[in-house]
T-cell receptor, first 117, second 111 residues
Framework: GAVVSQHPSWVICKSGTSVKIECRSL??????MFWYRQFPKQSLMLMAT?????????EQGVEKDKFLINHASLTLSTLTVTSAHPEDSSFYIC?????????????FGPGTRLTVL | AQSVAQPEDQVNVAEGNPLTVKCTYS??????LFWYVQYPNRGLQFLLK??????LVKGSYGFEAEFNKSQTSFHLKKPSALVSDSALYFC?????????FGTGTRLQVFP
């Protein structure tokens, strides 16, 4: 149980285009979903937290107009990178949690490798 | 603010030997601590967590972690390392609304 999927697993796009990444909790309902960004050989950087049916909460320094997050249902959250540029190239990982409490475990998706040319 | 520190960038161990990956924490209030493992180009996999109760927590793949309040540590351990354990390991602490990760420790198990 507690499986989280991401689609696509990798994507290459041209500079200036938009890319959508999906995150799904396959066997549980996720009250909260998180989006992370990971640079090579570095830890995960939290970008935003999304709760179903409400606006995402973005971390300081993350452009909400550039990284659009939609948590449309209890099993699906999407991250759209708008007007992508080469510096947006990174490994994007989502996670999902059944609850919002501090003891709830986050389960992570396999990640999406974005390369912007 | 909550934080965790992983003092070692890399740990090398021979297959069959015991392994320890270190983590220390700084929290206000009760600590909720987690260990995750990441294989190359993959997301993180949950190994174990400490919420309350026994100081020795058993997790997936034969891993365990010892919570030590006096030393504010939560070291990850395994009695006998496997080559397949080679990966990146993250210690994490749950803040009110989010999980805060350490910088990661790369474990290399040599045959």
């Amino acid at each position: 149980g507690a499986v989280v999927s991401q689609h696509p697993s990798w994507v290459i796009c041209k500079s200036g285009t938009s890319v959508k990444i999906e995150c799904r909790s396959l066997d549980f309902q996720a009250t909260t979903m998180f989006w992370y960004r990971q640079f090579p050989k570095q830890s995960l950087m939290l970008m935003a937290t999304s709760n179903e049916g409400s606006k995402a909460t973005y971390e300081q320094g993350v452009e909400k107009d550039k990284f659009l997050i939609n948590h449309a249902s209890l099993t699906l959250s999407t991250l759209t990178v708008t007007s992508a540029h080469p510096e947006d190239s990174s490994f994007y990982i989502c996670s999902a949690s059944r609850g919002a409490g501090r003891t709830d475990t986050q389960y992570f998706g396999p990640g999406t490798r974005l390369t912007v040319l | 603010a909550q934080s965790v520190a992983q003092p070692e960038d890399q740990v090398n161990v021979a297959e069959g030997n015991p392994l320890t990956v270190k983590c220390t924490y700084s929290v206000s209030g009760n600590p909720y601590l987690f260990w995750y493992v990441q294989y190359p180009n993959r997301g993180l996999q949950f190994l174990l967590k400490y919420i309350t109760g026994d100081n020795l927590v058993k997790g997936s793949y034969g891993f365990e972690a010892e919570f030590n309040k006096s030393q504010t540590s939560f070291h990850l351990k395994k009695p006998s390392a496997l080559v397949s354990d080679s990966a990146l390991y993250f210690c994490a602490v749950r803040d009110m609304y989010k999980v805060i990760f350490g910088t990661g420790t790369r474990l290399q198990v040599f045959p």
